[in-house]
């Protein structure tokens, strides 16, 4: 019977083109819940998979600091973030979130006729 070896999974390691990369920032922004520390660790996987050397030199940041900024141990500051995300090569964006179904108000599905008082 042969042994089973396991290995950590490395999401840096699947993300090969700029289009998975903008997807899996994507999908962590929209799972993040506001949790800044979740996304830089997003952008930190991303930087590796790019080269973390390559992506400090772009953003104008040392190696060391980038790692620690994109640990997801701490939130980095916001100008850091924009910093890897053009060193990236990505851009953010703003959007309108779907609108959810809420059904008719209580103001409009009630609404009374005034009688007058002769």
Same mark, same amino acid.
Do not use: N, W
């Given at each position: 019977?042969?042994?089973?070896?396991?290995?950590?999974?490395?999401?840096?390691?699947?993300?090969?083109?700029?289009?998975?990369?903008?997807?899996?920032?994507? *999908?962590?922004?929209? $799972?993040?819940?506001? /949790?800044?520390?979740? +996304?830089? %660790?997003?952008? !930190?996987?991303?930087?590796?998979?790019?080269?973390?050397?390559?992506?400090?030199?772009?953003?104008?940041?040392?190696?060391?600091?980038?790692?620690? *900024?994109?640990?997801? $141990?701490?939130?980095? /500051?916001?100008?850091? +973030?924009? %910093?890897?995300? !053009?060193?990236?090569?990505?851009?953010?964006?703003?959007?309108?979130?779907?609108?959810?179904?809420?059904?008719?108000?209580?103001?409009?599905?009630?609404?009374?006729?005034?009688?007058?008082?002769?």
């Amino acid at each position: 019977m042969s042994k089973t070896t396991t290995t950590r999974y490395d999401v840096a390691e699947h993300l090969r083109t700029p289009e998975e990369m903008a997807a899996y920032l994507e *999908a962590c922004l929209e $799972e993040a819940d506001g /949790d800044a520390a979740f +996304i830089a %660790k997003a952008l !930190g996987d991303i930087a590796r998979a790019k080269g973390m050397a390559q992506v400090a030199k772009d953003a104008g940041l040392s190696r060391e600091s980038l790692y620690k *900024a994109l640990s997801g $141990e701490r939130s980095p /500051d916001f100008d850091t +973030i924009l %910093k890897v995300i !053009g060193a990236l090569g990505l851009k953010l964006h703003a959007e309108v979130p779907r609108a959810r179904f809420r059904g008719p108000t209580s103001r409009s599905s009630s609404r009374t006729t005034k009688r007058r008082v002769a």
